[in-house]
């Protein structure tokens, strides 16, 4: 086997953020404002987006001179585990994503027009998959030359806030080569955007229809497109990652409260070492993946991906998905019939981890790649 680099640290900005998102998060995210939501058009309180701009947190990764901090990808790991902790569901990760996308390019114009925006509140999200299999390496949608112009023909599914995004960053072949492209929503058509069924009823995503768009080719981003997808795609799995990291350490926490009340039989069933033994494996699985997230946020950098920033990510987000989804079965297990109802909150987190294991590649997907970069 190979020698991977098994660093690990907070630092000090790091730790800060995670005590401020902790405390903005438990504020703004409590379980009824969660549930107040789910049948919301947009699906996040448009306020609390406002004031995570205001806090700079859609800047932490983007360079001070377009208006961020410059701390990079990792310190925004502290601030999505919080918000998986209390189920706050925002843009937050793809815009993230489109922002650094667009600095990994080093496309100067677009970044000097498009950060800022970014960093004020601007919503931007994802068009990358043509359907649901984060492991299809074949890109569908193409753009052709239209006078000075880009005209596109193709659609996206599974795209993130699409109502709401100002701004979508595409996948496509153009000239026989994957491209990346920004695409106003402005350029889009009537009735272009559908949106999709989830079983995680904290997030919206929609089949975007791009057929018939016509964009300026300055909007196409310079860089090797097709390294840049793949940073992405490995960001966005540590992101989620960190993210259902969270969300275990909460459903950890419901079943806990749960076991230490209900009384069955005369006795408290926590007391039962049937109960006990999987809530052990439940703090082991999520002490797990938090320590696979926090060694991945060290190693990414705003340079390409290496080998053992590769392995981290893809290790977080194997351990984290399984970890959630352990999690969310044994509390609706443990809530007994009421678990399987609506109104129990373990609901909330089942479906979640039915949602989560899937974004950005299942645990199989994972370790199908792992195995070429770990063994001989």
């Not at 404002?33 to 058009?41: F, T």
């Not at 006078?147 to 960053?169: H, P, R």
Request: glycine share 8%.
């Amino acid at each position: 086997m190979k020698k991977s680099n098994m660093a690990i640290g907070l630092s000090e900005e790091q730790g800060m953020l995670l005590d401020t998102a902790r405390e903005f998060c438990r504020d703004r995210s409590a379980i009824p404002a969660v549930r107040a939501l789910l049948q919301s058009e947009s699906g996040f309180d448009a306020q609390v987006w406002q004031e995570i701009a205001e806090l700079g947190w859609l800047g932490v990764a983007v360079s001070e001179a377009h208006g961020g901090s410059g701390l990079g990808m990792g310190s925004a790991i502290p601030i999505v585990e919080c918000m998986g902790k209390r189920l706050l569901s925002t843009p937050y990760i793809t815009t993230v994503l489109v922002a650094e996308a667009l600095q990994r390019a080093q496309s100067h114009a677009l970044c000097e027009r498009h950060l800022p925006a970014i960093v004020g509140g601007q919503i931007a999200t994802l068009a990358l998959l043509e359907s649901e299999d984060w492991g299809e390496e074949t890109i569908e949608l193409t753009a052709t030359d239209a006078g000075g112009d880009l005209q596109l023909a193709g659609s996206k599914t599974q795209v993130a806030y699409a109502v709401q995004a100002e701004l979508f960053l595409v996948s496509l072949t153009y000239q026989d080569e994957a491209r990346l492209l920004l695409v106003p929503a402005s350029a889009l058509g009537e009735g272009a955007v559908r949106r999709q069924t989830n079983i995680d009823e904290t997030r919206r995503s929609s089949r975007v229809d791009f057929t018939g768009a016509t964009v300026s080719s300055d909007h196409l981003l310079s860089g090797d497109a097709a390294a840049i997808i793949r940073d992405l795609r490995l960001l966005g799995a540590l992101l989620y990652a960190a993210e259902a990291a969270g969300s275990t350490a909460a459903c950890m926490d419901l079943t806990v409260d749960y076991l230490k009340t209900r009384k069955q039989f005369g006795h408290l069933i926590g007391s039962y070492q049937s109960l006990k033994h999987p809530m052990v494996e439940v703090l082991c699985d999520m002490d797990n993946a938090r320590s696979f997230v926090y060694h991945a946020a060290t190693l990414v950098s705003e340079a390409s991906l290496d080998e053992d920033a590769e392995s981290a990510c893809r290790m977080a987000k194997a351990q984290a998905s399984e970890a959630l989804k352990f999690a969310a079965d044994r509390a609706v297990q443990f809530h007994g019939g009421m678990g399987f109802t609506y109104e129990c909150d373990a609901q909330l987190y089942i479906r979640r981890a039915q949602w989560s294991q899937q974004a950005f590649g299942d645990a199989y997907h994972h370790r199908k790649r792992l195995a070429s970069l770990l063994l001989d």
